[in-house]
């Protein structure tokens, strides 16, 4: 076990990536507290998630920004390199063919602030999720 010497949080693997401090309570504290760059980002990627799930709840699960509709439908958050997209192994199975350019695994996409955000197929994510019932 390795423990964070600012947060005092324990995690497996040493120097796990993680936000120290209390988790934000909303969106807009969420954003508010990433770096001046990311902001901007994660604004576009809650834009495009907000038009794409007008019926969902904003609220924050797992420490991340979510869009919940009785259950949760997709997670997003920022780190050092990348926003990350958490809609569920079901939809990166099935859009695994558009993530040719991104690093993914079961559950997860990564999006690098090195390359533009692909605003569509965000979006297009987020309604199969919704659409199909395969939550996250």
């Not at 990433?34 to 907000?50: A, F």
């Not at 949760?72 to 958050?77: E, L, P």
Request: charge should be neutral; aromatic fraction near 14%.
């Amino acid at each position: 076990m390795w423990q964070c010497p600012k947060c005092g949080r324990e995690f497996d693997n040493t120097n796990q990536d993680h936000s120290c401090g209390e988790p934000s309570k909303t969106i807009d504290a969420y954003i508010a507290a990433q770096s001046e760059e990311v902001r901007p980002l994660l604004n576009q990627v809650r834009d495009t998630l907000r038009e794409a799930l007008p019926y969902a709840e904003e609220r924050i699960s797992w420490r991340m920004p979510t869009y919940w509709y009785k259950q949760n439908i997709i997670h997003f958050a920022a780190f050092k390199k990348h926003i990350g997209l958490y809609p569920g192994e079901k939809a990166i199975e099935h859009f695994s063919e558009r993530f040719t350019e991104y690093k993914s695994s079961k559950g997860a996409v990564q999006f690098p602030y090195s390359k533009p955000l692909p605003l569509p197929l965000i979006a297009e994510i987020a309604k199969w999720c919704f659409d199909t019932g395969n939550h996250h």
